[in-house]
């Protein structure tokens, strides 16, 4: 029997789709299906996913033209340390980006995982949603 332990990933942080215009994007997402925007830069957007005050978000964005999915850890270097562990790969990073760390690690029959800590704490917003600065306040999964 499998000693039972902490679950690594702590939840969805985000699930990014690419779109070839910010304003498009928004008229899509936002606009037509109804989805609330949390946060807005230059070249992406976070919006609210379901009901209520759920943290996980649709993020559009204009940078990458590749849809991933982003999965909440504690800790990159230790999800890292452990993924290997158990049987995984690390495939790229650790990254630094605004509100942490992600890297991609690949499971034993090689699907890609992006992990993502919010080590830097979550983004701050101005009353439009629009980024202001980063936040020391880290959200709970």
Known sequence: MARTRNPLFRGVDCVQI?????????AFYRDALGHELKWRS???????LGKGKGESELVIQVQSQRAETD???DSVPRAIARM????????AGPFEIPVGRVAIVADPWGHP?????????????????RVIGVG???RKA
């Open 71 to 73: 999965l909440l850890v």
């Open 42 to 48: 230059e070249t992406a957007a976070g919006l609210r």
């Open 18 to 26: 690419p779109v070839p215009d910010l304003e498009a994007g928004l």
């Open 113 to 129: 995982l992006y992990v993502l800590d919010l080590s830097k704490g979550l983004l701050r917003t101005d009353r439009k949603g």
């Open 136 to 138: 020391r306040r880290r």
């Open 84 to 91: 290997t562990r158990a049987g995984g790969k690390l495939l």
